[in-house]
């Protein structure tokens, strides 16, 4: 008899294969993936490709245009704001990955279960998500903020809070429409204990609209740190962040030094704008359905 088992290797690379062709078949999404891998390489380089101190003040070069010298010009203390924009990515950037990756594991974990089992679980779950939605989330998210004390911990710790219950009520409902389908049964009977069949059947089936979620949420996550930030509640100055960037070139707009306010929203905009671009190439990339 032939051996028909399919090595490792052959899995893997047809894995890569896949991605591969979901990059070359959708131009935009290749770009979105060259836009955040520029994203990557400011947040992990971006201390050493600063040209200047992002804390250093120099008062004689206040508000100066950009120029060669200082490209995004430099801000009411004279620090460089080319700098600050650079380096603050590293930290809008973990905001946001780490506040999206809590949502995403705690609100799958219950939102699957509740899927799965029902009953007084899937009860109680739908009614502490409704207590969470009727708040409108970004006060949800200040009143957090403002009642732990405005640190980067607690801002991704509400950030967290505020998106979770879009995963959990996704993946509930793609669980629950998926838990009688014939492959999970199939599984069942294969003698798969639920968690198994929960794990390694359906929940892959329900990773495709999760994935443009967490695309999705990435943007607004960095639009929520920074929205903290401009309004007060979120990362204290002087540190670099592009919300605190934004509120305080926003009082030198009508003066005429537009680039303290223009630099760092035009940054937070790409930011935000390449992570809504991913979502429907990171859903054709884990799609197992369309792995063929």
Partial sequence: MTDTAISPDVK??????????????????LIAFVMLGLILFCAIFGPTLA?????????????QPPSLEHWFGTDNVGR???????VATRLDLTISVAAV????????????????WGGWLDIVL????????????????????????NTVENIIYATAIINMPFYARLVRAEVNIRRDAGYARAAKLAGNSDLRVLAMHIFPNAL???MVQVSLNLGWAILNAAGLSFIGLGVRPPTPEWGIMVAEGANFIVSGEWWLAVFPGLWLMMAVFT?????????????PRKRT
Avoid: C, E, K, W
């Fill in 275 to 287: 992570f809504n671009l991913l979502g429907d190439g990171l859903r054709d990339m884990v799609d």
């Fill in 12 to 29: 893997q690379q047809g894995r890569f294969d896949h991605i591969f062709y979901v990059l070359r078949s959708n131009p935009v999404t």
């Fill in 208 to 210: 495709p609209p999760m």
């Fill in 80 to 86: 460089d704001v080319f700098s600050r924009v650079i």
């Fill in 126 to 149: 739908n009614r502490i998500l409704d207590t969470i939605m009727a708040f409108p989330l970004f006060v949800l998210a200040m009143g957090i903020v403002a009642a732990l004390g």
């Fill in 101 to 116: 990756a809590i949502s995403f594991v705690v609100g799958s974990i219950l939102g699957s279960a509740a899927g799965y």
């Fill in 51 to 63: 040209p200047y101190d992002p804390l250093l003040t120099n008062a004689p070069n206040a508000l």
